[in-house]
Structure formats: structure tokens, C-alpha cells
T-cell receptor, first 110, second 115 residues
Framework: AQSVTQLGSHVSVSEGALVLLRCNYS??????LFWYVQYPNQGLQLLLK??????LVKGINGFEAEFKKSETSFHLTKPSAHMSDAAEYFC????????FGSGTQLTVLP | GAVVSQHPSWVICKSGTSVKIECRSL??????MFWYRQFPKQSLMLMAT?????????EQGVEKDKFLINHASLTLSTLTVTSAHPEDSSFYIC???????????FGEGSRLTVL
């Protein structure tokens, strides 16, 4: 069974600073991995996904994530945070398991 | 991208009444839809998997008689919260998966408040 762990329930960064949200997975088979963003009282929007192929995945809104098998990680990054990036972010495991991480609340400080 | 719509977005009801939430895939067919519950500041909890034309599969601990799920067509699944109580107040989200893709598309969510 696959599970994902998000490290840090809250992350605060200054506007313009690097955003790093951590997600680690455990799996005995190559995983599919996804990152979603959720704004207050809204559903989830897909930011990016990794299935196979290139390990560096680029998503919407300037976000990207790198699949690192040796570290069992799929961390989400953005070079320069905007105020509009403030939201809840969820990492998710393979489609079959529908396993969500616990979420990370990103706060962007002016 | 594929669009999933939920209705209503907000609903307030009295304790003891039943509430129906609809989840529609607008531009694709989904043989499988999923229902989640999300408490404030928490992650999504999968409640059940809705399969078109068959009974839903409920996760452990979810009362199937409390949360009735019907997937009558390839574009519509409904969740009915029966005899709602204040503890059922939550944010309910659905998702659907097109047969041609492995990724999920999420509805906007429905906020249920039971007085």
C-alpha cells in the first residue's frame, strides 16, 4: 500500500521568497504522484502530476516538483512566492489508493 | 480540462432532515466518482467510491445508511445525508475520473451546516 507524508502543516514565506512544500511517499512500486491546491471553501485544483518519464514536472502557476526515487520524495517548489499562492496544498498518492497527505497551509507574508 | 460541478455549494438544514448533494461531470463520462469529507484545517477523507450502475463501496467507519450514494448515470452521482445532525456539518467534495485518464477532477465542494 502506498502512503504519502507531508512534512510541516504550516509553512510561511515572504513574498518573493522560495516556496518549498515537502511530500514523501512510501511504496513498493513506482508511484503516481500529484500536487493539488485548495483555496478556502473550494474544491481541489491540480497543480501538477508525475506518472512516468521526466522526473522534473512543471505545473501551473509557476510550481514544479521533482520526483526523487532515492529520497522517496516529491517536493513542490516555486522560485518566488506571490500573495495569491496562499492556500492549502495537498500531495496525493496513486490513483488506486487515493491517498492524500495531511495538507500544508502556505502563508505568504508581505 | 475536465469539469466537475457540485450543487449546492452551501446548504443549511435543520437537524433531522435529509440533504442531497449532486456531483456532475460536465464534459466527460465517469464510471467512477468519489466522495470525500473534509473537516476544518484537515485533509480529505475518502468516504466512498461511487460506481455507475452498482452499489457504492464505503470506506471503513462510514455509515452507508447515513450517507446514501447513487450513481445513476455516467455523469451524475448523488450523496444524500439522511437525518442530518450537527456533527454531520462538514465540507463534502466529490471527484470523478474519466475512463481515459488516471487523474481525478474535483468538484467545488459543498458546505453543509446542520442546525
Amino acid at each position: 500500500a502506498q502512503s504519502v507524508t507531508q512534512l510541516g502543516s504550516h509553512v510561511s514565506v515572504s513574498e518573493g521568497a522560495l516556496v518549498l512544500l515537502r511530500c514523501n511517499y512510501s511504496s513498493s512500486v513506482p508511484p503516481y504522484l500529484f500536487w493539488y491546491v485548495q483555496y478556502p471553501n473550494q474544491g481541489l485544483q491540480l497543480l501538477l502530476k508525475y506518472t512516468t518519464g521526466a522526473t522534473l514536472v512543471k505545473g501551473i502557476n509557476g510550481f514544479e516538483a521533482e520526483f526523487k526515487k532515492s529520497e522517496t520524495s516529491f517536493h513542490l517548489t516555486k522560485p518566488s512566492a506571490h500573495m495569491s499562492d496562499a492556500a492549502e496544498y495537498f500531495c496525493r498518492g496513486s490513483a488506486r489508493q487515493l491517498t492524500f497527505g495531511s495538507g500544508t497551509q502556505l502563508t505568504v507574508l508581505p | 480540462g475536465a469539469v466537475v460541478s457540485q450543487h449546492p455549494s452551501w446548504v443549511i438544514c435543520k437537524s433531522g432532515t435529509s440533504v442531497k448533494i449532486e456531483c456532475r461531470s460536465l464534459d466527460f463520462q465517469a464510471t467512477t466518482m468519489f466522495w470525500y469529507r473534509q473537516f476544518p484545517k484537515q485533509s480529505l477523507m475518502l468516504m466512498a467510491t461511487s460506481n455507475e450502475g452498482s452499489k457504492a463501496t464505503y470506506e471503513q467507519g462510514v455509515e452507508k445508511d447515513k450517507f446514501l450514494i447513487n450513481h445513476a448515470s455516467l455523469t451524475l452521482s448523488t450523496l444524500t445525508v439522511t437525518s442530518a445532525h450537527p456533527e454531520d456539518s462538514s465540507f463534502y467534495i466529490c471527484s470523478a475520473r474519466p475512463f481515459y485518464a488516471g487523474e481525478l477532477f474535483f468538484g467545488e465542494g459543498s458546505r453543509l451546516t446542520v442546525l
